[in-house]
């Protein structure tokens, strides 16, 4: 299960010490004039969509995930990313991983979880050239397994984690470092949270969004973030 930890964002100095992230937007936005009109200038920049203001503050994020998702993450041009190297650690963890059938139309999306019978699908192989039958769940976890003990075997043979990492599979959980602006922020929601995103990375857009919501939570008042596309 990805794991999702605010780490910083914008405070203010000076003048602006005592504001909360929505002051700052609606200070600046006045031209540096600090008043207090509980978030009424916040809602009308959204409102209208005016979103310049939103450039002014930063939010930093800690995201694990597995690799797959978060390749998708790091498509987000206007977020900067560090992304924790597993060429300096022989740490290796899996993701779980929830199979979903394919969508009959949608080729961006899947539909009902396979998991729940998964274990009655049967498949073929052959080791040694002896034929073997083996369910789903445990022919992953079997595989996984033979992954995840290889790579350490290739370590205590004195290969370098950075070649030896070339074998980790998609579901190996990864750390991502991410910041951005408010601004920025908004667009990944817009786009992460809506019904064409995959799942795992929606669950990952709405665990981000919690997390802005009770910081700004004038800025997502009147806009329907829970589904995205509300820019």
Known sequence: M???????????????????????IAAIARHGIIKEDNGKLVKYLMAEKHMSPLDMVNFTFEIETSRAIGRQILRHASIKFQEHSK????????????LRKEHPTNRQSSSDVFNPTWSECIFEGRHAGEEYEIDGLTAIEDHLNIVN????????QGVAKECARMILPE????????????????SFLNVRLDHHAQKEVRLIAKKIA????????NIFENIDWKNGMFL
């Open 171 to 186: 579901c190996t959980t990864s750390t991502l470092s991410a910041n951005g602006t408010l601004r920025s922020w908004l």
């Open 2 to 24: 990805s794991k999702v930890e605010l780490v910083s964002k914008t405070t203010g100095v000076n003048k602006y010490k005592d504001l909360n992230s929505e002051e700052i």
């Open 210 to 217: 919690d997390k802005l919501v009770k910081e700004m939570p």
């Open 149 to 156: 003990d290889l790579y350490l075997n290739l370590l205590k």
């Open 87 to 98: 060429r300096y650690s022989d740490e290796v963890s899996f993701e779980p991983i929830e």
